[in-house]
């Protein structure tokens, strides 16, 4: 947990889900529009200007235009997908990012439904006529494991303790310098005989300190390793450290003692400084460092046993209420309600208390520089509280509702057609099966890439009888092939690993159950962050 409150996703807080980030058209619809037609037939002043130029809404496959696409069949299931919206800047590591690129999908998702059960088959390949338009054609490993996904960076790596890689922010530079500073003053007056070295003895007592913060962070992560939460890296930061662990706990005990650990080894480490303390002479250079430090890991465990999130006191308390209300969600809410009025403490309190003189220093003494700081101080932990609760409230909503995200139920009906099958054609099957999607197989019905939706929009409507279903396919990868059984959080780490606007969705035993669009699922996404709780 961030010893301040960052927020982040520190102790018993997941990385945030984060929507699959589609990429945009490559040469594949490059080569839909250059090479679209027959190379014996001259290509016209009005092919020139009418190659990829419409602007009139089109349907998502065919790319009529929307009037001739509301006379599909009737087993053209209407569109139940959001409408897009406009994305906003990244988030923080706690904050769901909404979807990234609204340009890769140029028209509206119009069916998200599984491929119906009484619907023809549309292509001799078929070898499941009980499943419209999908062919059960069996690739040799369709569904491999996840590839690995990208390591995290967070700043200068400093090692891999219980193998989770430990960063650096290059905020902490400024802070070690600024507790240097701060310190260095403090020892010129407790020991004016060090003279200029007492910046060297104040560095290392920054170095000590926030060492004392990777022990408070690796206590929440041996434990959370202990639950099997997977714990994605520990960042040292501004404020203090980030355990960023990728999963909830599963149960309000399990959460109460992820949260209780890095306090409870703060408050160990103050005693043994403590004892450490008593063991030298006082009024020298050890000694001022130990005491320094036992003091630094009291305030730190004190702190972070505040009740309000996104303390670590505050998933205590979360914990405590979901246990006697048996609702995370529940939970939740209130301790952000009691961090947000922890917030408000802290802008308040602080600055009043320095002046009362109740932390040791008289309002005489206090000066005005000394107030401006104070009250900076306050301020920018009051927002990093602030912030934080209200992170942690929608973080909390949307896992509430991404169960909801299903690649079974996202999935567009899909056909499967030969590379050298016209694009007319190929539409037409499409539009006879009510599906919406293009899988390219060869003959012996297993499928090999897919038709993009955004490189059939490119081919005018009259060129589509002499262009081939391979000029606008783009070949699949074992990334591009995803289980039709993923959903929420896993659903969406998967299409994350691998960037695509489409991806192949197929059965345990490899059969083809549809195609899938990063839009639909960014725009189901934001439909659930959306959604109230």
């Known amino acids: ?42 290509e016209t002043p009005q092919d020139q200007g009418e190659r990829g130029t419409s602007t009139q809404p089109r349907d998502a496959v065919s790319g009529q235009p929307e009037h ?28 769901p990012r909404t979807p990234g690129n609204p340009q890769a999908d140029p028209t509206p998702a119009t069916d998200s439904t599984p491929p119906s059960q009484d619907t023809p088959p549309a292509h001799p390949y078929d070898r499941h006529p009980e499943r419209a338009a999908a062919t059960s054609g069996k690739r040799k490993g369709a569904i491999k494991g996840p590839t690995k996904r990208p390591e995290p960076r967070g700043g ?13 922010a290059p905020s902490w530079f400024l802070v070690a310098a600024l507790i240097t500073w701060v310190f260095g003053g403090q020892l010129d007056r407790v020991l004016p005989e060090l003279g200029a070295a007492r910046y060297l003895v104040s560095l290392f007592f920054a170095i000590a300190f926030y060492a004392s913060v990777l022990i408070h962070e690796l206590a929440h992560t041996v434990v959370a390793l202990r639950y099997k939460l997977p714990v994605r890296r520990i960042q040292l930061q501004f404020f203090g450290g980030v355990s960023e662990i990728e999963k909830e706990s599963e149960t309000p005990g399990r959460e109460f003692m992820l949260a209780f650990v890095g306090p409870l080894l703060s408050l160990v480490l103050s005693g043994v400084f403590y004892a450490a303390m008593r063991a030298v002479e006082p009024g020298t250079v050890p000694g001022v460092l130990l005491a320094g430090l036992m003091i630094s890991n009291l305030i730190v465990a004190a702190f972070n046993l505040l009740p309000g999130l996104p303390l670590d006191g505050g998933r ?78 929608r973080m909390a909503r949307l896992r509430e509702h991404l169960p909801d995200l299903r690649a079974r139920t996202l999935t567009r009906r899909a056909v499967p057609v030969e590379s050298e099958t016209p694009l007319s054609e190929a539409l037409r099957r499409a539009n006879e099966a009510g599906a919406r999607a293009l899988v390219v197989v060869d003959a012996d019905g297993d499928p090999h890439s897919l038709v993009r939706e955004a490189a059939i929009v490119g081919v005018p409507e009259h060129r589509r009888p002499w262009v081939p279903v391979s000029g606008l396919a783009q070949d699949l990868t074992d990334g591009m092939r995803v289980s039709a059984e993923l959903a929420g959080e896993e659903l969406l780490d998967t299409l994350r690993e691998t960037p695509a606007t489409e991806y192949l969705v197929v059965e345990e035993n490899g059969a083809i159950y549809g195609v899938l669009s990063a839009a639909d699922v960014e725009r189901a996404f934001v439909k659930a962050m959306a959604r109230p709780s």
């Open 316 to 393: 205590m308390l979360r914990a405590v209420v979901w246990k006697l209300t048996g609702k995370p969600m529940s939970g939740t809410i209130a301790a952000a309600w009691v961090g947000r009025a922890l917030a408000v403490t802290v802008l308040i309190g602080l600055p009043l208390l320095t002046q009362s003189g109740a932390l040791g220093e008289g309002a005489e003494e206090a000066g005005g520089m000394d107030t401006l700081m104070d009250a900076l101080l306050a301020a920018i932990l009051a927002a990093i509280i602030w912030t934080g609760a209200g992170n942690s409230l």
């Open 68 to 95: 001739a696409a509301a006379q599909q069949p009737a087993d053209a299931e209407p569109d139940g997908a959001a409408p897009q919206q406009t994305p906003d800047s990244p988030q923080s590591t706690s904050t």
């Open 1 to 42: 947990m961030d010893e301040s409150g960052q927020p982040q996703s520190g102790t018993g807080e997941a990385t945030s889900p984060r929507p699959p980030a589609a990429v945009e058209p490559d040469a594949t619809e490059a080569r839909a529009t250059r090479g679209a037609q027959d190379p014996g037939e001259p």
């Open 156 to 168: 200068l790596l400093m090692g891999r303790p219980f193998g989770v890689p430990v960063y650096v």
